[in-house]
């Protein structure tokens, strides 16, 4: 029985390891456009700059001597912090003197932030339980406060009775994710820090999916132009974890 639970888990977090992988590569298009124009235009480093805190936390999470068995959420993260960082380089590359020195500033507190915690964590706490609790707790905490970002575009579609803001499949594939992760710490060993944060990402999404339909079909968005603009920048929250 464990061993099909086992089995069971690494099957849907290697399934949660594609669909994040998928994620994490969408800003993409926005880079791409970025070293064309050799300039960052409108667009923000905030998404991506705290990201790659979000996947640092998560990946001390999913060491061994923080949370044993966790290789999958370590695995994803490691992914993820390295396609974030060069987000981030990239963003730097062309940014304005001014967005070059707000990058920075950020990038070192964060970094402060970081190897304060990897300290505390290590020299303070002793056992696996004890680590698990403080850096899932973070983990989690930042998790939440990126969720703040699909609240605005929810936001805007209600205002604007437009789902030309909220591109269809990016929604889908957040719902999914958070489905497959939650479903993957329901599974023995359960994991509550794992399970909070994608928990909230799959009902986050099926709302901004339950939004879309609501606009896309109601009588109200008839009228309305529902294509999406190539030029809009969305901060995805990756919760692979």
Not at 28 to 55: G, H, M, Q, S, W
Not at 109 to 129: R, S, Y
Not at 213 to 238: H, L, M, R
């Amino acid at each position: 029985m464990a061993n099909r639970a086992a089995i069971a888990r690494n099957v849907v977090g290697i399934i949660g390891n594609v669909i994040s992988f998928g994620l994490f590569l969408s800003p993409t298009p926005t880079f791409y456009r970025i070293i064309k124009k050799k300039t960052v235009e409108e667009f923000k480093p905030d998404p991506y700059i705290a990201t790659l805190l979000n996947c640092a936390f998560w990946v001390l999470y999913g060491m061994p001597f923080v949370h044993p068995h966790s290789i999958l959420v370590l695995t994803i993260n490691s992914v993820g912090l390295v396609l974030e960082f060069v987000y981030v380089i990239i963003f730097y590359i062309y940014a304005t003197k001014m967005g070059r020195k707000k990058v920075v500033v950020w990038l070192l507190v964060e970094a402060v932030f970081f190897t304060a915690i990897v300290l505390i964590t290590m020299l303070a706490l002793h056992g696996t339980k004890r680590r698990s609790l403080v850096v899932g707790i973070l983990s989690d905490v930042f998790n939440v406060m990126m969720y703040a970002s699909p609240l605005t575009i929810m936001a805007k579609v209600i205002r604007s009775k437009s789902v030309k803001y909220m591109p269809f499949w990016l929604s889908v594939t957040n719902f999914l994710n958070g489905l497959c992760w939650t479903t993957y710490a329901l599974i023995h060993p359960f994991d509550i820090y794992v399970l909070i944060s994608n928990g909230l990402g799959a009902i986050s999404g099926a709302v901004q999916l339950i939004l879309y339909a609501y606009y896309f079909f109601g009588e109200e968005a008839k009228e309305k132009d529902v294509s999406t603009p190539n030029d809009i920048q969305i901060s995805t929250v990756v919760n692979a974890s």
